[in-house]
C-alpha cells in the first residue's frame, strides 16, 4: 500500500458517509461508554467552532436519550473557557443555547499567566531572559483548559469528551496533554469536511459551519494558515483522492513528525 492507504486505514476513515447512520453509531457509542463506566454524563469543552458543536450535539442526544431509557438523568455538560475576552463567545452561548445544555463559564487567564510567569523565572535562573513563545504560552492553555475541565468531570463523575478529528490527527494539530488527552473521542475517524456534513444534519447554525478554523490559542492565529495546507486538501487526502504533491508531501511530513502524540507511551 501507499502511505496515503496506509494513513487512510490508520485512522480509519471512509470516502464518503451517510450523516445520518454516521450520528446514530457515534451516540450508541457515547452511550454504551457512559454505562459501561457507570459515569453520570459527558462534559464537553465548547469553543464556538463546528468541531465542538458537533461534538455537544452527540453528547446531548446520548445523554437525553439515556435518561429516557433507563429512567435516571444523565447529564451533558458545556463548559466555556476564554483566556480574558473572547471574541466569538457568542457562539459557544449559541450553541449550548440551541442544544439546551446546562453550562459553566471558566476563564484561565490569571492561571495561564501566573503559570507563564513562573516558567519565565525559570528560564531566566537558565540565563534564559525572555517571554515564552506565542505556541509555548499556547500550549499552556491548552493544558490547563484539561486541568479544569477534569476537575469538574471528577467531581460530577462525567467523561471528559475530546473533539479532535482525524483532520487534526494526520497533521497533530492538537496539544499533547492538553485538548488531546481526554475521555472518549466521538469524531475520531471523521474529517473535516465529514464533520461539517454531521454538523449540517444535527442543524448547526451555517456561519459557525463555515467559521474558519482555529485553536484560538493566540490572536490572529487559524489553523490553515499555521498548517500551509486547506481542509479540503486535508479531507480530500484522507479520502483516498489526489491533491498537490506539495500538500500531500507536507500532510504525510506532519504525520511521521507527530507520531509521538498518537501512539503509546515509550517505555522499557
Known amino acids: 500500500m501507499s502511505l496515503q492507504e496506509d494513513i487512510i486505514a490508520a485512522l480509519g476513515v471512509k470516502p464518503a458517509i451517510d450523516a445520518e447512520a454516521e450520528v446514530r453509531k457515534r451516540v450508541d457509542f457515547l452511550k454504551a461508554y457512559i454505562v459501561e ?12 467552532g463546528v468541531d465542538s458543536a458537533v461534538a455537544a450535539g ?8 439515556l435518561s429516557a431509557e433507563r429512567g435516571r438523568d444523565y447529564l451533558t455538560l458545556g463548559v466555556f473557557q476564554p483566556y480574558g475576552e473572547q471574541e466569538d463567545i457568542g457562539d459557544s452561548y449559541a450553541v449550548a443555547q440551541t442544544l ?7 476563564n484561565i487567564e490569571d492561571t495561564v499567566d501566573e503559570i507563564a510567569l513562573e ?16 505556541k509555548g504560552k499556547g500550549n499552556i492553555k ?8 477534569y476537575a469538574l468531570s471528577f467531581e460530577n463523575n462525567l467523561l471528559v469528551v475530546g473533539t ?33 456534513q454531521l454538523a449540517s444534519y444535527l442543524g448547526v447554525p451555517a456561519e459557525i459551519i463555515g467559521k474558519e ?28 483522492k489526489p491533491v498537490r504533491p506539495e500538500a500531500a508531501e507536507l500532510l504525510e511530513k506532519f504525520y511521521r513528525e507527530t507520531a ?8 522499557i
Not at 491548552?142 to 475541565?149: G, K, L, N, Y
Not at 492538553?178 to 471523521?190: H, N, T
Not at 509521538?260 to 517505555?267: L, V
Request: contains cysteine; aromatic residues 6%.
Open 37 to 48: 463506566s457507570g459515569a453520570k454524563g459527558l462534559l464537553i469543552a465548547i469553543s464556538g
Open 58 to 65: 452527540l453528547c446531548k442526544r446520548a445523554t437525553d436519550e
Open 100 to 106: 439546551g445544555l446546562i453550562t459553566v463559564e471558566t
Open 119 to 134: 516558567t519565565e523565572y525559570a528560564l531566566k535562573a537558565m540565563g534564559q531572559y525572555r517571554h515564552l513563545t506565542h
Open 142 to 149: 491548552a493544558r490547563t483548559r484539561m486541568v479544569i475541565q
Open 164 to 196: 479532535d478529528h482525524a483532520s487534526e490527527a494526520i497533521t497533530g494539530f492538537y496539544t499533547k496533554w492538553g485538548d488531546g488527552a481526554v475521555d472518549i473521542a466521538p469524531l475520531r475517524s471523521l474529517n473535516k469536511r465529514q464533520v461539517r
Open 213 to 240: 478554523p482555529t485553536a484560538g490559542l493566540w490572536p490572529g492565529q487559524t489553523d490553515e494558515a499555521e498548517l500551509g495546507v486547506t481542509y479540503e486538501e486535508n479531507s480530500d487526502y484522507l479520502e483516498g
Open 260 to 267: 509521538h502524540k498518537r501512539g503509546a507511551i515509550p517505555g
